[in-house]
């Protein structure tokens, strides 16, 4: 289902490992499904802040994301 979507989807459990990948991401991020499933996100593609500097695991907005419900 979602390889049939055009935009890039991935999916990450409550520790940050991504747990599906469509073929768009994958194609958009130079990737691999082995090189993706399964590992830390933010240690493979983690998000810039608009400067360029790198976030820290724990300011990441995906992170952040993930600790709502906590």
Known sequence: MFDSIADGV???DKNGNCIFINQA???????RKDEILN????????HS???????LYLECPVYL???IDK
């Open 25 to 31: 991401s994958l194609v958009m991020l130079g990737f």
């Open 49 to 55: 802040k608009s400067n360029g500097e790198d976030y």
């Open 65 to 67: 994301t993930l600790m």
């Open 10 to 12: 991935f999916g990450v």
């Open 39 to 46: 590992k830390n996100q933010h240690q493979i593609f983690h």
